[in-house]
């Protein structure tokens, strides 16, 4: 049988894809500073502004979306009874 | 060159009823052969109107080929293709019989040039799909595809009395740009609408599609919503509401496909969101902002296609497809793990994927208009899709905790079809201009300039390190099971407790004018029953009294008169003879 993949299972290497990921985050960052801006409106003169936005809509994303469930979510037979 | 070529949509149709009759590999190459030779057709005509049939002087238009529609064309048949290969083996022709005649459908309402032939197709094409969704045989997927093929029913439904309105006003069936202006184009848009799945029409589309099966939801996924954007591209570009109804449509569904437990439905919303980014485009109308709604329907019916297919992988081999019932599955399924990332990429706009080069459009279009706030939603739900599309289907279905179970990767026919779908995600990334060259009007537009990559990349990455952060701490509202109110709770719960109102209410109603009813009709009945019966013995009675009868006598009489009359047991002569001496005593009186 052919062996399977098991390479998350080890913790070292979730870290080391974790250091990678923070890594490419701090790159990103950076490389902002060696391109030509091209600003679509005027907020986008600010650097980093696509991160800071990215991260609060994730956030913000996730905190509304548990109020939702609080309004919306029901068992899975809601709709036999 | 075109009259001995048989229009796609009949090639299909036809094609479809023959597959029942055979049997092991010449039934496969047979089906894989129908899109092949439709491709063929399509490469082969000319652009204008053709296939052109008189019919109850009415003109019938089943081929307008022009560059709007040959792109669909070419799409659906590229992805009947795939969903016949991945579906190649599934041993029900039900299922095989209604895909093919499904896609074939969608091709005709895609080529029609005409209200007529268009609404015919649109028809077969909710009925044909109808079975798609049953082809499960459970009890949770027939309710569901009885209340799809209800909604669209109704859909059709004001798509006719559009038609009907239109033609009336117009006196042409043909059809093109229309214009939300009058009762009738406004009646067309809710139809076409309503298979858009544009909130808050589009309750029917998660409630159906994940009900299933795991190779019928990859049609499913591709044909009716896109073809509905087609028609809208086609009949109501630049119209203002649909900016608003894609803004709404990309910010909604999100919070749902956060939720949501069941991969599939996950995908259903985030397929509403998909829709509402090309709504968003033919709503801002320009050149580009349309350029970029076709080129994302064409990226997107891929990658939403090889996303369903990874689905459907993960539930033909465990069986199962909840957040809470799956993950750890990279471990043995590697390849659709791998193919079901590069979709995710693609739905998450990465640069190097293909939604990188068409959803870009129709963002670029929006800051060429100065849309300010629209652009804001835009982006925010780019890194939502990130979000649930590309991270949590990918995260909860192959990693997240191990669940156990050990699957293998699919049969050959559907890891080549998600291998294919997967290529053709990454091809249409790197080398866009193909792609642009098919597009409706001239593409002057770059999308990988240094800014565009760069800030869309900062957008995904810091949407990414949000959830790594939200997982890490314990944040991230947990897998549950459970389902989401949306608003087919109207027709479902409301539509429940309204036939508990009807039935109370109306057949109380009912019930009384039955008994009033039934009272004065008794009351009549017997009046008349027992008036012959009341005459005859005044006559006899009479009779019998010149005759001599009294006493005991005439009381027997009239009693067994009275019962006779009654129980109907007196012989006909002596009706007779009571009628007539009765006619007699009258003569004899007057």
């Known amino acids: ?81 | 060159m075109t009259s001995n070529m048989i229009p796609p949509a009949i090639i299909f149709i036809l094609a479809a009823f023959l597959i029942p009759f055979l049997k092991g590999k010449t039934k496969s190459i047979y089906m894989l052969l129908i899109p092949v030779a439709t491709f063929y057709v399509l490469v082969n005509i000319p652009y204008g109107n053709i296939w052109t049939y008189e019919f109850w002087g009415y003109n019938l238009i089943l081929g307008r080929i022009d560059k709007l529609s040959m792109i669909f064309g070419y799409i659906f048949t590229i992805m009947a293709f795939l969903g016949i290969l991945f579906a190649l083996k599934v041993k029900d022709d039900l299922q095989h019989v209604s895909a093919i005649v499904y896609a074939g459908a969608t091709l005709g309402v895609v080529l029609a040039g005409d209200f007529l032939s268009l609404y015919l197709f649109w028809e077969i094409m909710a009925v044909s799909s109808t079975f798609l969704i049953i082809a499960s045989r459970t009890r949770a997927s027939r309710e569901a595809g009885f209340r799809y093929i209800l909604v669209h029913l109704i859909g059709g439904l004001f798509l006719l009395a559009g038609i009907v309105l239109y033609t009336q006003k117009t006196g042409t069936i043909a059809f093109d740009y229309i214009g939300l202006t009058g009762i009738e184009s406004y009646l067309i848009f809710i139809g076409i609408a309503l298979n858009a799945a544009a909130i808050p029409l589009h309750a029917w589309l998660p409630d159906a599609y994940p009900n299933g099966t795991p190779t019928s939801t990859v049609f499913l996924s591709a044909f009716t919503t896109k073809s509905a954007v087609y028609l809208l591209i086609r009949t109501f570009p630049g119209a203002d509401l649909l900016i608003w109804i894609g803004a709404f449509m990309v910010f909604v569904p999100i919070f749902y496909a956060v939720l949501e437990n069941d991969i599939r439905r996950v995908l259903a919303y985030s397929l509403l969101n998909q829709i509402g980014f090309m709504l968003v485009g033919i709503g801002i109308g320009t050149q580009l902002a349309l350029n970029g709604a076709v080129a994302h329907a064409f990226c997107h019916i891929l990658y939403k296609g090889l996303l369903f297919m990874a689905a459907g992988s993960v539930l033909q081999m465990t069986g199962k497809i909840k957040c809470t019932e799956i993950g750890g599955l990279y471990k043995t399924m590697p390849l659709t793990c791998l193919f079901c990332i590069v979709g995710a990429a693609s739905i998450s706009a990465f640069p190097l994927f293909s939604g990188f080069v068409s959803k870009s459009m129709i963002v670029t279009a929006t800051v060429n208009e100065k849309m300010v706030f629209v652009y804001l939603i835009l982006q925010f739900a780019s890194a939502g899709v990130f979000h649930h599309a590309g991270i949590k289907v990918p995260f909860f279905t192959f990693f997240g905790h191990d669940s156990g179970i050990r699957a293998k990767d699919p049969s050959w026919n559907m890891t080549l079809a998600m291998g294919i779908a997967a290529f053709a995600c990454i091809f249409i990334g790197v080398f866009p201009q193909p792609l642009y060259n098919l597009l409706p009007f001239i593409v002057d537009y770059v999308p990988y300039t240094g800014a565009h990559v760069v800030g869309q990349l900062q957008l995904l990455m810091f949407g990414a390190l949000a959830f790594a952060l939200l997982i890490l701490s314990g944040y991230y509202p947990p897998e549950i099971k459970s389902i989401n109110l949306d608003v087919d709770w109207s027709y479902r719960k409301l539509g429940r407790g309204a036939y508990i109102v009807m039935d109370r209410g109306l057949n109380l109603i009912n019930r009384v004018s039955e008994s009033v009813l039934m009272g004065v009709v008794k009351g009549v009945v017997s009046f008349f029953k027992s008036a012959a019966a009341k005459i005859a013995l005044f006559v006899s009675v009479n009779i019998w009294l010149l005759l001599g009868y009294r006493g005991k006598r005439l009381e027997i009489k009239k009693n067994r008169l009275y019962n006779d009359i009654l129980e109907g047991t007196l012989p006909i002569g002596i009706g007779a003879a009571v009628a007539i001496s009765f006619i007699l005593l009258m003569f004899i009186l007057t």
């Open chain 1, 1 to 81: 049988m052919k062996k399977e993949l098991s390479i998350f299972d080890n913790p070292k290497n979730v870290k080391k894809l974790l250091i990678i990921f923070y890594c490419s985050l701090v790159i990103l960052l950076i490389a902002e500073f060696f391109i030509h801006p091209h600003p679509a409106f005027f907020f986008e003169h600010v650097k980093g502004f696509s991160a800071v936005y990215g991260f609060f809509s994730c956030v913000m994303l996730i905190f509304l979306a548990k109020i939702l469930r609080l309004i919306v979510m029901k068992k899975e037979n809601y709709y036999d009874k």
